[in-house]
């Protein structure tokens, strides 16, 4: 089925999948980094240090907020992709029942030629059988005819004689 969805969109999508993933990865990257500063500045014996993990809670916010937009974006490109092989789909679907409508139209019209050439044989073997008892009875006129004659010469020497 993805051969029949564009090249270019499938090129496109995976594109941007690959740099929604770089994005995440350095994102995340930055969130682990960022929360691991975190945690050593609030378990640290230092005030002002705890008082940066405060600054570092607030990047963590930050960061979460956009790997949560990177998600969103990765969703609504699959739930653009998932729309748009459904509409595939259904024109597939649409072009298999046009072509399963035309294929039997086709074969009722073979059924009719079929048919058709049927009657055309069997009219050819009518006209052949008819034709060939047109001969016989030609042969038949024309042998009774020869015999009446032979008949006719032969009553005729009977009656001179």
Do not use: C, P, W
Request: without cysteine.
């Amino acid at each position: 089925m993805a051969s029949l969805i564009r090249k270019d969109f499938v090129d496109e999508r995976n594109t941007k999948i690959a740099e929604l993933r770089k994005q995440y990865e350095s994102e995340l990257k930055k969130y682990y980094e960022e929360y691991t500063k975190f945690i050593t500045n609030k378990y640290s014996g230092d005030a002002n240090k705890r008082a940066e993990s405060n600054t570092n809670q607030k990047n963590i916010k930050t960061i979460n907020g956009k790997l949560n937009n990177i998600l969103d974006a990765l969703r609504q490109n699959n739930t653009s992709a998932e729309i748009m092989i459904k509409d595939h789909e259904a024109n597939i679907k649409n072009k298999t029942n046009i072509i399963h409508r035309r294929n039997h139209l086709i074969n009722r019209q073979d059924g009719k030629i079929a048919q058709g050439n049927n009657e055309m044989l069997s009219r050819s073997r009518q006209i052949e059988f008819t034709e060939e008892r047109n001969r016989y009875r030609k042969i038949m006129i024309i042998a009774l005819i020869i015999v009446n004659i032979f008949l006719g010469l032969g009553l005729f020497v009977l009656f001179r004689r």
